[in-house]
């Protein structure tokens, strides 16, 4: 993985030093809090509900043993014991206090990391692919080109102060595990008939308020131009996006407003005058930062173990997490590994510092030392020889990471929601659990097969809930509790889609019910090898809806709301976070 060299560090180093004067200005009163705000936004923290949030960056969601030893020992000493990983491969923690921020990120800065850019209207966090390097299907690995783009959008001069905040994600294998589509730009490095390496660029993703699938811009840049052509890309946005309304202000918009085809002339324009300037890529800048994603010392091994076979055919809950679980790797013997945070009871997510603890243990004994993070909130040991696959499944299940679900209904994405969220309009951790308590057992989910299911407390979609298969979000019904839209018919991967709302919200209590109704439909109308987003695609949204609002559940939905009208209070959950 990517070191720090000497200038990485002096940057992360300053800016530690100057953020603590910052806070020490804030506590002494010499800073309000309106003068404070764009300068601890700066550095990823944000004021929640019960007190300070700091959103620590991932780049490309891989890290060290060492760095996740980290995060566990400020669990411990700054908050309540525990972290939550994100769906753009980041690490949050919620219960912090203002005057231990700046020991926090001199902490950080001792491992190489940093929350710059987490926050704020310019480049976020460049997120990839899990399972890049080791996925069967990979073209071109790419890190050293996520590397790269880290190390250009940082501190980038011309895009600090951009109309809205800017994400980009890369992908390099057949199939897109880095969700390019739903992002302000989606790279896919790929190869022409040639041999050459190239990126398959789209522009104008984006959920929140108004999901948009992103447009295809250019079918094949040559790998030397794409900082010049992301360069124009937001230069054209910088311009011309707008600042007059937050509703209104990212790039998605601007391409649909402009066209995909006016808003490529305008790009192009621009870039004629950039794509051989100091931008471009030479063969020797890509081999040098493609050096420090080199091989581990790979053995050469069989990739049939008869010891592993023989103790799957006995021991059923380790042949189902070997379904699950356990993914194919690109070197013989060896597998890639998933480690659920989603077991039915859990905050999906959520991982303590026991459990952050040991999976730096698990990663430096079986995977040479680092942990990836997914866009689906688990963590995966990239590089387990297969031999060691029941050691490991056997010294994870003592710490609840051995969940069979990766893909299955309970592998459920969630945001924070009202719980900690100051712009959520409901909760969403006490819902997710809810329904994975409900439909936890291994038989029914494995016979539903594939499906995701993505749930946010509000339109901003930190859940991504326009792109799961199920999507459930907060809406804002004043002085009526919590209420809930179902989308159905999201998706990412190839074929990203965005899902379509079945009809009026629903109450907490109600959505589990909807849920197992959908599913109903699903088992009901579904053809031999048909996953659940195959039959919302054939059959359309209509026999759902029926079912869903049948004459039965439409009565039930019609008293609970009443109820709720009169005593909202009398139907309060309290969190069920097992941390408070």
Not at 129 to 141: K, M
Not at 215 to 220: A, G, P, R
Request: glycine residues 8%; contains cysteine.
């Amino acid at each position: 993985m990517y070191r720090y060299d000497e200038y990485d560090q002096q940057i992360v180093n300053d800016r530690v030093k100057q953020y603590r004067d910052q806070v020490r200005r804030r506590l002494s009163g010499e800073l309000t809090e309106e003068e404070f705000r764009p300068l601890r936004l700066q550095n990823g923290l944000y004021m929640q509900i019960h007190g300070y949030m700091l959103r620590i960056a991932v780049p490309y969601g891989l890290i060290s043993s060492k760095q996740m030893r980290m995060f566990a020992h400020i669990a411990r000493k700054y908050d309540r014991g525990y972290g939550h990983f994100t769906t753009r491969q980041n690490i949050q923690f919620n219960w912090l206090k203002l005057e231990d921020t700046p020991d926090i990120l001199a902490d950080l800065a001792s491992v190489e990391m940093h929350a710059i850019q987490t926050s704020g209207n310019c480049v976020r966090n460049i997120t990839s692919d899990e399972y890049a390097g080791v996925a069967r299907d990979e073209v071109v690995d790419p890190r050293p080109y996520a590397e790269i783009l880290r190390q250009w959008s940082t501190f980038h001069p011309e895009f600090a102060y951009l109309p809205r905040k800017f994400k980009i994600a890369v992908s390099g294998g057949k199939e897109d595990r880095a969700a390019i589509y739903a992002h302000d730009i989606g790279l896919s490095v790929t190869k022409n008939k040639q041999g050459e390496v190239g990126f398959r660029v789209l522009v104008g993703g984006g959920l929140g308020r108004t999901p948009i699938i992103g447009c295809e811009i250019c079918e094949f840049m040559p790998w030397q131009h794409i900082l010049t052509y992301v360069e124009s890309i937001l230069r054209v946005y910088n311009q011309y996006g707008r600042r007059d309304n937050i509703y209104k202000a990212r790039i998605k918009i601007l391409v649909k407003a402009l066209g995909i085809d006016e808003f490529r002339r305008q790009v192009e324009a621009d870039w004629a005058d950039i794509k051989n300037g100091p931008g471009t890529l030479t063969a020797e800048e890509v081999t040098r930062v493609a050096s420090f994603f080199t091989d581990p010392a790979y053995e050469t091994l069989d990739d049939h173990d008869s010891k592993l076979n023989e103790f799957k055919a006995d021991n059923r809950p380790f042949s189902n997490w070997m379904l699950r679980n356990v993914k194919p790797h690109r070197v013989p013997g060896y597998a890639i590994v998933v480690l659920s945070l989603k077991k039915p009871g859990c905050v999906p997510g959520d991982a303590t510092a026991e459990q952050m603890d040991a999976v730096a243990d698990l990663a430096e004994r079986y995977s040479f030392g680092e942990v990836r993070i997914t866009h689906q909130q688990n963590l995966v040991l990239a590089d387990v020889k297969q031999k060691d696959l029941i050691r490991l499944w056997q010294e994870a299940g003592a710490y609840e990471l051995t969940a069979p679900n990766i893909g299955l209904l309970t592998d459920i994405i969630s945001c924070p929601g009202a719980d900690f969220c100051t712009l959520a309009n409901a909760r969403s951790i006490p819902l997710a659990k809810l329904i994975a308590e409900r439909f936890e057992d291994f038989d029914f989910q494995h016979d539903i097969g594939e499906i995701t299911l993505n749930m946010s407390g509000c339109v901003n979609a930190c859940g991504q809930h326009h792109i799961g298969n199920i999507g459930v979000t907060g809406v804002e019904k004043k002085d009526h509790g919590e209420w809930y839209q179902v989308s159905i018919g999201g998706a990412e991967g190839n074929d990203s889609s965005i899902g379509k709302i079945i009809g009026p919200s629903f109450t907490f209590n109600q959505v589990p019910e909807v849920i197992d109704r959908l599913l109903q439909v699903y088992l009901r109308e579904r053809t031999e090898a048909e996953c659940f987003i195959d039959t919302v695609r054939r059959i359309g949204h209509a026999p759902f809806k029926e079912h869903v609002y049948a004459s039965d559940f439409a009565v039930a939905q019609e008293e609970t709301a009443d109820k709720h009208e009169v005593a909202p209070a009398q139907y309060a959950i309290p969190f069920y976070s097992p941390r408070f």
